[in-house]
């Protein structure tokens, strides 16, 4: 088990909808990244928060918004849903200081949009 | 250009054997670079650092050629449980932790 934690598990939502995924990271950890995996696809970095700031963003419509919170537990907000948006939603947290440090993932939030 | 390419496969190796794939990388000025293994449906796990000098463990070794910017890794005596999906993973740089993943080797152990 890494610590983080992600919810929901499974979601399935209708296009144009809105959805709110959660992470909570591990212990410790002051950054957490967000990424996309598509089917067949490796994860694709959507945004980093770093101390509830955003620390560098992919190359992601704004319509994928984020927060962090003081706890470094994370929010990962899209609106507008399309159906392109169906993915695994990975959140990774670490204990970032300048340079790399290992990056944990949660299991993800399986994103179904119908 | 993607950041990281990689051939998807999938590479199907009998139990026993050995496999070893490569991939590359368009940053010239990448820091870091990793191989992460992804059990089916599950998340990404880091298996190994990879350095210039190659690195060893257990039966997986990795390597990085600079000059080319390619990396690679092979798996010897293939277990039934190393089927999984292998990804090739850089850091561009150290402003952040991004990680740039290619699209994983899809590796299927047979007994």
């Known amino acids: 088990e890494t610590g983080v934690t992600q919810s929901p598990t499974h979601l399935i939502k209708t296009r144009g909808q809105q959805v709110t995924l959660r992470c909570s990271s591990q212990?410790?950890?002051?950054?957490v990244s967000w990424y996309q995996q598509a089917l067949g696809q490796g994860p694709q970095f959507i945004f980093q928060y770093y101390r509830e700031e955003e620390n560098g963003r992919g190359n992601f419509p704004p319509r994928f918004s984020g927060l962090q919170f003081p706890n470094y537990s994370s929010e990962l907000n899209v609106n507008a849903l399309e159906l392109d948006d169906s993915a695994l939603y990975l959140c990774?947290?670490?204990?970032?200081?300048?340079?790399?440090?290992?990056?944990?993932f949660g299991q993800g939030t399986r994103l179904t949009v119908v | 250009r993607k950041e990281v390419e990689q051939d998807p496969g999938p590479f199907n190796v009998p139990e026993g054997a050995t496999v070893a794939f490569n991939c590359t990388y368009s940053?010239?000025?990448?820091?870091?670079f990793f191989w992460y293994r992804q059990d089916c449906r599950k998340e990404p796990k880091l298996l190994m650092s990879v350095y210039s000098s190659g690195n060893e463990d257990g039966r997986f070794t990795a390597q990085l050629n600079r000059a080319s910017q390619y990396i690679s890794l092979l798996i010897r005596d293939s277990k039934l449980s190393d089927s999984a999906t292998y990804l090739c993973v850089v850091l561009p740089d150290y402003g952040n932790n991004r990680l740039a993943f290619g699209k994983g080797n899809q590796v299927v152990v047979i007994p």
């Open positions: 990774a947290s670490s204990f970032w200081t300048g340079t790399w440090s290992e990056a944990f």
């Open positions: 212990s410790g950890h002051n950054t």
């Open positions: 940053n010239s000025a990448s820091q870091s």
